[in-house]
Structure formats: C-alpha cells, structure tokens
C-alpha cells in the first residue's frame, strides 16, 4: 500500500489533455451540481479578478454561511491558490470507457507515459487541486479526517471509509452480492478478495493527497494474483519500462461486472489510467458525468 499511496496521483499528469470542452466555461459547474445534488452552488461575478466565484454550501452548513472557489478554468481554486493557478490542473477530465491496448501503443507514446510516471514529475508538474474536496470531505488534517472516517464491513470484510460515501458503498456491495448468486466469475473473485480504503498520506514535496486519504477511494484486490501485476509502480519495480506496455494478459482485472456496478454508483477504476491501477475505485461522480455529457468521442 505504502508505494501505490506515493504514486496514486501520477495519473492526473498524463491526464492533462486538450479537450473538445472548453474547461474555462462556468458552464461546466453543472456537472457538480448534478454531481453532488446534496451540496449547493452559486455564483457570482469578481469584477476585480475577472473570474466566477463559486459560493457552496455544504448540508451541514447554515443558510448564511458559503464555501468560496474561484472557477479559475475548472480547477475550484481559494482566493490565495490563485496566485499559483499554474501549479494546478483542472479538476475534470476525460474518463475513458474503454481501456487502450498496449500492443497499439506506438513508441512515443509509450516513452511519454514513462517519461511522466518518474517519481519526480510529482513534484515538479501541476496536479489536480484538492481544495474542493477537502472542505467537502473535512481532510485538511490526519486528525481532522480521521472524525470522518467510519469502519464498516464490504463485501463480508473490514473496512475504513468516509461517511459521506457510506451508502454509495452499501449499494456497489448489494450489487455485488446479488450479481454473484448468478455470475462464477463475481463469486470466484468474492472469494480471493481482500479489500483496503482510508490510508493516510500527503504527496512528498507537495500538498496533493490521494484520494485514499479522503476515505473515497476503496482497494480490491486478490490474495494470490497467480504472477499478474494489478499496479504499474509494482510492475515496474519487477519488470523495468516494460510496465508500461504490459499486455492485458498479464495484468490483473476485477470482472467486467465488477467494474460496471462501482461505475454506476459514481466510482471511476484505475484500470482506465494510461498509468493504471486496476485494484483501484475512486468516488468521483462529476468525472463519469463530464465524460457522458461533454466529452466529444
């Protein structure tokens, strides 16, 4: 766990892409407000900054009181993060619906995703902003999280979680277990499975978290991977650069239903990452909705 915690963000590098959606519209504040239905938005205009303050109110805030985020281009910055707007990456971006294949990746792109995968590209590139989710999720601090934090079982085992995400959770499970009455494959993997959430850790030589920190992401992975990798930094500890274009029948998947009901509870999967990370679910529903609703494919 400790590695994969320090390389969980690396993805958001290679990310970065120009989109067919213009990233700059305050338009796009639609797709956390459908998002987030609990949470309220509204916005009005800065004259002086020249940008769209974003005023949110959590449910648990009183009708007086607002959270404030400059729109900044999608990335939901504070007034004082403004003033370092290149250090950050939009918030939103392009969730695919299928995997590509490494045996089509040419051999540029296969030395640029090596290229942004070193360790130090963490500390030196721009990284999705956390300011958002932090007030969202009250994970500004181990200690302060850590009140957030609650243990519940999944899927008949242990584990941390946020509880504002608990019922999303409890609907994947329930999912699960239903589909596995008639699916070998789901009951097979229920079987061999271990799973792993809240885990606390701040990026070294940044103030960027992974989202396991937040108690949003959830780990699932087999006791024995029977010689498949499930995470890149632990291939590439094995295998070198290889890694980076290790077919698919060396890399380990939960089953294709699996992937589908976290997906439909508003969990992306990291098997997806051009840097993937195939045990990996991460609670983020604003990207499934901007990849169904503005995404040109």
Not at 61 to 82: N, Q
Not at 170 to 176: G, L, M, P, S, T
Not at 243 to 269: N, Q
Not at 270 to 275: F, L, P, R, T, V
Request: net charge negative; charged share 30%.
């Amino acid at each position: 766990m400790f590695f994969k915690v320090v390389f969980s963000l690396i993805f958001s590098l290679l990310t970065a892409q120009v989109f067919a959606v213009d990233l700059s519209s305050v338009k796009l504040l639609d797709v956390f407000k459908k998002a987030y239905p609990e949470i309220s938005f509204s916005t009005i205009y800065d004259t002086v900054k020249k940008d769209y303050l974003v005023l949110v109110r959590l449910p648990e805030m009183p009708l007086s009181e607002s959270l404030e985020f400059y729109w900044a281009g999608g990335r939901l910055l504070t007034e004082e993060a403004l003033q370092r707007i290149s250090a950050y990456t939009p918030i939103l971006y392009e969730y695919p619906y299928t995997i590509k294949d490494p045996a089509n990746m040419s051999e540029e792109e296969r030395a640029k995703l090596i290229e942004e995968s070193k360790a130090e590209s963490e500390q030196t590139e721009s990284g999705s902003p956390m300011f958002f989710y932090d007030y969202l999720y009250g994970s500004f601090s181990k200690s302060a999280i850590e009140k957030n934090i609650v243990e519940t079982t999944f899927l008949g085992l242990k584990l941390k979680i946020h509880k504002r995400i608990l019922d999303k959770a409890r609907a994947v499970e329930k999912k699960i277990l239903e589909s596995a009455k008639t699916d070998k494959d789901i009951q097979q993997f229920l079987d061999e499975l271990t799973v792993d959430a809240y885990f606390w850790r701040v990026i070294k030589g940044t103030d960027r978290k992974s989202f396991h920190s937040l108690g949003i992401a959830i780990d699932v992975l087999p006791k024995n991977l029977h010689g498949k990798q499930s995470y890149w930094a632990w291939a590439r500890e094995k295998i070198g650069e290889d890694w980076a274009t290790l077919p698919f029948s060396e890399r380990w998947f939960p089953p294709k239903k699996v992937i589908e009901i976290f997906e439909s509870e508003g969990f992306i999967w990291g098997g997806k990452w051009s840097i993937w990370d195939t045990m990996h679910f991460e609670y983020r529903p604003e990207l499934l909705l901007f990849r169904d609703e503005y995404v040109q494919h």
